[in-house]
């Protein structure tokens, strides 16, 4: 994801309304280019962006659901079909995956790794673009095999796309939890039959935790 293969991700290739999300999530920004204290994805995405680092900048119940949908990913625990439903709840239109990061210092599942885990899920057999220059990565540690041919990044787009990020949806049945805060309208309290759908999934860039 190196400065120069700005514009990474196509304008208009995301739906109007959804995110991108960058896979797999890496605790530290250090690339095979350079090291930045924080990812360089967000200021180089036109749409809103979701990756994982270390330090949390959403609500917590957003960054919890992301975590939880990475750890998924990065510690191969997918099962055929989970993914897909998962990204649409967190209102994804599509996924980017990287794998211009230096895994020894960023923490993250190693190009190979990845690839074998998103293989079994909807969507993710056929990537729809590619930036950058082609590399070889060798099979996991441990691990038998040819390895993985991959480009810098890869899109794959979720079809049919997540829910808008900004939804409604009825009351009943439906707790966002935690306490309120000052100036915060949501928890229980109704002045309305509908009302934006909890902050857990509000626009904007969310970056998750360790």
Request: hydrophobic residues 45%.
């Given at each position: 994801m190196a400065p120069g293969a700005h514009p990474w991700l196509p304008a208009q290739?995301?739906?109007p309304g959804r995110r991108v999300l960058l896979l797999p999530g890496s605790l530290f920004a250090d690339y095979r280019w350079g090291a930045t204290s924080e990812s360089v994805a967000p200021p180089l995405s036109s749409k809103p962006l979701l990756?994982?680092?270390?330090i949390r900048y959403a609500d917590p119940r957003a960054?919890?659901?992301q975590d939880a949908t990475d750890d998924l990913v990065?510690?191969?625990?997918?099962?055929?079909?989970?993914?897909?439903?998962?990204?649409?709840l967190m209102g994804v239109g599509d996924v980017v995956v990287q794998t211009d990061d230096r895994t020894d210092q960023s923490g993250a599942l190693p190009p190979a790794g990845v690839r074998d885990a998103l293989s079994g899920q909807l969507g993710f057999r056929q990537r729809a673009?590619?930036?950058g220059p082609v590399r070889r990565f060798p099979p996991l540690w441990g691990r038998s095999g040819a390895g993985a041919t991959l480009?810098?990044?890869?899109?794959?787009?979720?079809?049919?796309?997540?829910?808008?990020?900004?939804?409604?949806q009825p009351l009943h049945g439906r707790c966002c939890g935690g306490r309120r805060r000052r100036g915060e309208?949501?928890?229980?309290?109704?002045?309305?039959?509908?009302?934006?759908?909890?902050?857990?999934?509000?626009?904007?860039t969310s970056t998750g935790g360790s």
């Open positions: 290739a995301t739906p990756v994982r680092q270390a960054a919890q659901l990065q510690q191969e625990r997918l099962v055929p079909g989970q993914l897909a439903p998962l990204l649409r673009a590619a930036v480009p810098e990044l890869a899109v794959f787009p979720v079809r049919p796309a997540g829910a808008p990020l900004v939804r409604l309208s949501w928890g229980w309290r109704q002045r309305a039959p509908w009302r934006p759908t909890c902050p857990s999934l509000s626009p904007g």
